[in-house]
């Protein structure tokens, strides 16, 4: 039966027991080891558990997820080591958590398209090693107020929120890549943004997409007009 189960979800729930109601969740410190072993499971969802604080390097035993959020668990403040690769997690909500730092090990997720940060008040650095995630397009250190520093080649993503981070003089409009030794604007660049509506974040992103084919027939020509004068 454990092989067939594909989601969890250990979430919140509004207690109005609290003083004006607050979110309450699950109140477990970590995960007990018989869930490492469900490895069919796709979705792993345990937010706003004020309790909880560990989670084990056994993740890596889920090789089926695709989805994990630790969002609002205020006590996780250690991301543990990824000891072997997991290509299928596209989604990782850490929002709202303690957490100081990432492990370097963070390039073994390999197929991880999101990675939510917001909000992690202690976070302070963003090892290098997150530059070699080249399928990320989301990244969000929106609110985190104690880093003061990206890794350089992040020129993959799609967006980039940095608004509320001790980042300064990081706010390129557009960025570039070498191609065959010519520098060329590429249109999937970070894009710095403010917290703005899902429906123009999602307009701004098909606007992005839509000038691709364009971007890279100028970037074409001007490789065959480099050639035809060498």
């Known amino acids: 039966v454990t092989e067939n189960l594909r989601e969890l979800d250990l979430d919140w729930s509004l207690d109005w027991t609290l003083a004006a109601g607050a979110f309450s969740g699950i109140a477990i410190e970590e995960l007990p080891s018989i869930i490492y072993s469900l490895t069919g499971l796709a979705t792993l969802t345990l937010r706003y558990s004020k309790?909880?604080?560990?989670?084990?390097?056994?993740?890596?035993q889920l090789k089926s997820l695709k989805y994990l959020s630790l969002s609002g668990c205020t006590k996780f403040k250690v991301f543990p080591d990824i000891l072997e690769n997991m290509e299928r997690l596209a989604s990782l909500d850490l929002d709202n958590t303690s957490i100081r730092e990432l492990p370097a090990s963070i390039e073994r997720l390999q197929g991880?398209?999101?990675?939510?940060?917001?909000?992690c008040k202690s976070l302070v650095y963003l090892p290098d090693s997150i530059c070699n995630l080249l399928s990320l397009e989301w990244?969000?250190?929106n609110g985190c107020s104690k880093l003061s520093k990206l890794p350089e080649d992040l020129w993959y993503l799609k967006r980039l929120d940095i608004k509320g981070t001790g980042i300064h003089g990081y706010c390129p409009e557009q960025q570039f890549?070498?191609?065959?030794?010519?520098a060329q604007f590429r249109s999937t660049a970070p894009?710095?943004?403010a917290m703005v509506p899902?429906?123009?974040?999602n307009e701004a992103v098909a606007d992005v997409e839509s000038r691709l084919p364009w971007m890279w027939r100028h970037v074409e020509e001007r490789q065959d007009l480099c050639g035809s004068q060498a």
């Not at 309790?51 to 890596?60: A, G, Q, W």
């Not at 890549?177 to 010519?182: D, K, Q, R, S, V």
């Open 51 to 60: 309790d909880f604080e560990s989670l084990t390097s056994s993740i890596c």
């Open 112 to 119: 991880l398209v999101s990675l939510n940060l917001e909000n």
């Open 139 to 141: 990244l969000t250190l």
């Open 177 to 182: 890549i070498n191609l065959g030794g010519l």
């Open 191 to 193: 894009k710095i943004n």
């Open 198 to 201: 899902n429906i123009e974040q």
